[in-house]
């Protein structure tokens, strides 16, 4: 097995791999630990105030902060990573030496890039997987023991619940799952021939099935040509296709999301005609394009200090730090845009990898050959 290995991955890209991606760890571990220490700092006093117990601040909160942040910050990693472990080879004069033993940049590069597809792919995983699972418990806690406010209703509510049919709700509270003032009219070729009103509408939160609502006190005009049949009770078990989640938004929510519910949710709010899915649109292509920049910061981290320098690694490190912070703040920047400016989704989204592949092309042109 270690044969077939060694002829697969030649010994040099090993060696590179595990600088790589060990040094990688090595900067998550350290910087989030860091981050450990002032946030528990910072919000000891709630954690005391709200008696949060020590273990759902370490295993519902920490646990799910460190992956999260770990994976938001991580082209800030890679950057570090590639940029001190490869500074360190050509203090040694081992980038000299690879290039002076015939290996060219383009050949020294390989290794660079399988760490970095490691690392994309992990990240991918993660954030569209198991990261969104762990948010909805660390909000849950936050909620909880920390901020102590969460919006948890919502007045004046009007949504497309079906091509033709019209939900509007005056008053409704999500944490018993229960609407107010309810009204559902159906249209056909523009004309209304339904309309139902309810004083009291419940969610059933135990049913099998999904969409399932009780109508208290309900009242059913039905409307066919000039004759009207009014039909009244006190409570109808009733399907409405929508959810609590369509109801009340939350800040973060598209961010509890795994990335297959993102597109379901998408495609059922643009079905309704609603235009408040900018924010979950963007969250759905930042994390493609987020583990997609490694590649990216990869090639400019590893040109950057791939060539000896006399001051050291200070000047490469310098520059590294100062394009990763400013990667991640033209994806705050082009976010914002997206969500109150109408730029597009995808274009928010791949904007700071297209102007930091320019950059890339600029500085592997300058690499040492």
Same mark, same amino acid.
């Given at each position: 097995?270690?044969?077939?290995?060694?002829?697969?991955?030649?010994?040099?890209?090993?060696?590179?791999?595990?600088?790589?991606?060990?040094?990688?760890?090595?900067?998550?571990?350290?910087?989030?630990?860091?981050?450990?220490?002032?946030?528990?700092?910072?919000?000891?006093?709630?954690?005391?105030?709200?008696?949060?117990?020590?273990?759902?601040?370490?295993?519902?909160?920490?646990?799910?902060?460190?992956?999260? %942040?770990?994976? @938001?910050?991580? #082209?800030?990693? /890679?950057?570090? !990573?590639? +940029?001190?472990?490869?500074?360190?080879?050509? $203090?040694?004069?081992?980038?000299?030496?690879?290039?002076?033993?015939?290996?060219? %940049?383009?050949? @020294?590069?390989? #290794?660079?890039? /399988?760490?970095? !597809?490691? +690392?994309?792919?992990?990240?991918?995983?993660? $954030?569209?997987?198991?990261?969104?699972?762990?948010?909805?418990?660390?909000?849950? %806690?936050?909620?909880?023991?920390?901020?102590?406010?969460?919006?948890?209703?919502?007045?004046?509510?009007?949504?497309?619940?079906?091509?033709?049919?019209?939900?509007?709700?005056?008053?409704?509270?999500?944490?018993?799952?229960?609407?107010?003032?309810?009204?559902?009219?159906?249209?056909?070729?523009?004309?209304?021939?339904?309309?139902?009103?309810?004083?009291?509408?419940?969610?059933?939160?135990?049913?099998?099935?999904?969409?399932?609502?009780?109508?208290?006190?309900?009242?059913?005009?039905?409307?066919?040509?000039?004759?009207?049949?009014?039909?009244?009770?006190?409570?109808?078990?009733?399907?409405?296709?929508?959810?609590?989640?369509?109801?009340?938004?939350?800040?973060?929510?598209?961010?509890?999301?795994?990335?297959?519910?993102?597109?379901?949710?998408?495609?059922?709010?643009?079905?309704?005609?609603?235009?408040?899915?900018?924010?979950?649109?963007?969250?759905?292509?930042?994390?493609?394009?987020?583990?997609?920049?490694?590649?990216?910061?990869?090639?400019?981290?590893?040109?950057?200090?791939?060539?000896?320098?006399?001051?050291?690694?200070?000047?490469?490190?310098?520059?590294?730090?100062?394009?990763?912070?400013?990667?991640?703040?033209?994806?705050?920047?082009?976010?914002?845009?997206?969500?109150?400016?109408?730029?597009?989704?995808?274009?928010?989204?791949?904007?700071?990898?297209?102007?930091?592949?320019?950059?890339?092309?600029?500085?592997?042109?300058?690499?040492?050959?």
């Amino acid at each position: 097995m270690k044969k077939i290995l060694a002829r697969l991955v030649p010994r040099l890209d090993r060696y590179i791999i595990s600088k790589f991606i060990g040094t990688y760890i090595y900067s998550i571990m350290l910087i989030i630990s860091i981050s450990i220490v002032f946030d528990f700092n910072e919000n000891l006093n709630k954690f005391s105030t709200y008696h949060a117990p020590w273990s759902a601040i370490i295993f519902d909160y920490y646990a799910n902060f460190v992956p999260y %942040f770990a994976n @938001l910050f991580s #082209p800030l990693f /890679v950057f570090i !990573a590639v +940029i001190f472990f490869t500074s360190k080879l050509a $203090g040694n004069s081992e980038i000299i030496a690879m290039l002076a033993a015939g290996t060219s %940049f383009k050949r @020294l590069l390989r #290794p660079y890039m /399988v760490s970095a !597809a490691i +690392i994309a792919v992990v990240n991918l995983y993660l $954030g569209a997987y198991v990261i969104p699972h762990g948010n909805v418990t660390r909000y849950n %806690f936050e909620t909880k023991y920390k901020n102590k406010r969460r919006i948890t209703s919502a007045s004046n509510v009007q949504l497309q619940v079906a091509p033709g049919v019209i939900a509007y709700l005056q008053q409704y509270d999500n944490n018993i799952r229960r609407g107010y003032g309810f009204s559902l009219d159906k249209f056909e070729n523009k004309k209304l021939v339904s309309h139902m009103t309810a004083n009291v509408i419940q969610y059933d939160t135990i049913s099998d099935s999904r969409y399932h609502w009780k109508a208290i006190s309900y009242k059913i005009r039905t409307l066919k040509g000039l004759r009207e049949q009014i039909q009244t009770g006190g409570e109808l078990d009733t399907l409405i296709m929508m959810e609590p989640m369509d109801l009340v938004y939350s800040t973060g929510q598209q961010e509890t999301f795994t990335s297959p519910e993102l597109l379901r949710y998408i495609s059922k709010q643009q079905e309704r005609g609603s235009q408040n899915v900018v924010q979950y649109e963007v969250e759905y292509h930042k994390r493609i394009a987020t583990s997609f920049a490694s590649f990216i910061l990869t090639l400019i981290g590893a040109s950057l200090s791939a060539r000896k320098r006399k001051g050291g690694m200070g000047l490469s490190l310098g520059i590294g730090l100062a394009l990763s912070f400013s990667y991640i703040l033209l994806q705050t920047i082009s976010a914002t845009f997206a969500i109150n400016a109408g730029m597009p989704a995808i274009l928010a989204a791949w904007i700071p990898n297209i102007i930091y592949a320019v950059i890339a092309y600029f500085c592997y042109r300058q690499a040492p050959n």
